[in-house]
């Protein structure tokens, strides 16, 4: 049986398109773009010509993009930055952020940089913006606001606009994990209230080890790793070519396809709702799957049973990938911190189901009849 690949909130497949984007660097055009002479050169212009693409499908000025290792690295950057260079004493957090977020802001809570406080959430999984106007309102000391886009384990997707215009008003710092939703939305950085957002070339069919920051062009930070000159002096070490390349390869093909690509998954994903809900009414959903969610992302919670104990192991016997949460803790069996947050109950299992193009209707099918079997 062929593999069935429903964990693409991790990562997903690399597209064949963007891997031949990508080759010429990784055999002969190989020079140092910080060279002088003609190969250096090649190089510097694909690194430039990629950011001018990134900033273009963003609506953001190019001087605003840089490039990254990823979503984490671009995460730790912003939060760090706000707190060292941009006098921010105090971070509004959610207890569900992704562990870029949420470890880099204990980290600093613990070595006594900075106050947190965390907003509360709506029992659908939301944030409640009432109560982080409360927090902004009630602070003393320049603020950081890091709230995610689009959360990676239940979908839950925040109204930018209406943190952001909330933090203008306070003014607050805004930083934003858009890892989950840069290449899967439109983003226009123009007319968004925003300091700081996020992205990862391998959420949306790009390579893994390269992702972007996006510096609002009215903050000035310092360099976050020091060394050479690159990256405008922001971040030294030779670039990622090859990655680099292959991420506005990504982000230039799913803004082409987005449409079509959002209805498709969309469509799978309310398909395999619509069937969990029909053949196993004993499953419950986890946050506002009909709502205002990721299209991408079903989060499930079975009922524990001796049989259903090892449904992830099960499923992964039966060549089915679905993850118990997010992919960075699912090596640690502490369960998710996001699902301990909104459904604390003992007797319930989390799958996640994410989806991508490259997935079928049939698929669903054929992990619809094994879940049957293990519940």
């Known amino acids: ?47 430039e ?19 990254t290792s990823g979503g984490t690295e671009s995460s ?7 707190v060292r260079d941009l006098n921010c004493k105090h971070i509004i957090t959610s207890v569900i952020e992704h562990h870029a977020v949420s470890h880099t802001v204990e980290h600093l809570g613990n070595i006594d940089a900075i106050r947190v406080s965390y907003v509360k ?14 927090l902004l309102a009630t602070a003393k000391e320049k603020t950081l606001v890091t709230l995610m886009h689009a959360n990676n384990e239940i979908g ?21 994990d858009t890892v989950q939703t840069v290449g899967h939305f439109p983003i226009d950085l123009r007319n968004t209230p925003v300091h700081f957002i996020t992205g990862a070339a391998h959420k949306f069919h790009g390579p893994k080890g390269v992702g972007i920051i996006y510096i609002n062009e009215n903050v000035r930070i310092k360099p976050f790793v020091h060394g050479g000159g690159q990256e405008r002096n922001m971040r030294a070490g030779t670039e990622n ?29 309310f398909y395999m709702h619509e069937q969990i809900k029909k ?44 993850s118990g949460g997010s992919a960075c803790t699912s090596g640690a069996d502490a369960g998710s911190h996001v699902i301990r947050a909104i459904n604390n109950n003992p007797n319930q299992l989390t799958v996640r189901f994410s989806f991508s193009k490259f997935n079928t209707k049939d698929e669903v099918d054929i992990v619809i009849e094994k879940l049957k079997g293990l519940v």
């Open 1 to 47: 049986m062929n593999r069935i690949y429903f964990d693409n909130a991790a990562t997903t497949s690399l597209d064949p398109i963007v891997l031949e984007d990508m080759m010429p660097f990784l055999s002969e055009r190989f020079g140092n773009p910080s060279s002088i002479y003609s190969y250096g050169r090649e190089t510097r212009m694909a690194i």
């Open 49 to 67: 010509t990629a950011r001018k693409s990134v900033a273009k499908l963003l609506n953001a000025n190019p001087a605003e993009i840089f490039f």
């Open 76 to 82: 730790n950057m912003a939060i760090q930055a706000a």
């Open 121 to 134: 959430l709506l029992s659908n999984g939301h944030i409640d913006i009432e109560d982080l106007e409360k």
């Open 156 to 176: 839950n997707m925040l109204d930018m606009h209406k943190v952001g215009n909330l933090c203008k008003l306070h003014n607050a710092i805004f930083h934003s």
């Open 241 to 269: 070519i090859y990655g680099i390349v292959g991420f506005a390869k990504a982000l230039e093909l799913a803004m082409i396809n987005h449409e079509a690509d959002c209805a498709y998954i969309g469509a799978l994903k």
């Open 279 to 322: 053949h196993l009414p004993e499953v419950n959903f986890n946050g506002d799957v009909i709502g205002n969610s990721l299209y991408t992302v079903l989060s499930c919670s079975f009922p524990k049973t001796e049989k259903s104990e090892m449904i992830l192991f099960n499923l992964d016997i039966n060549n089915i990938c679905a």
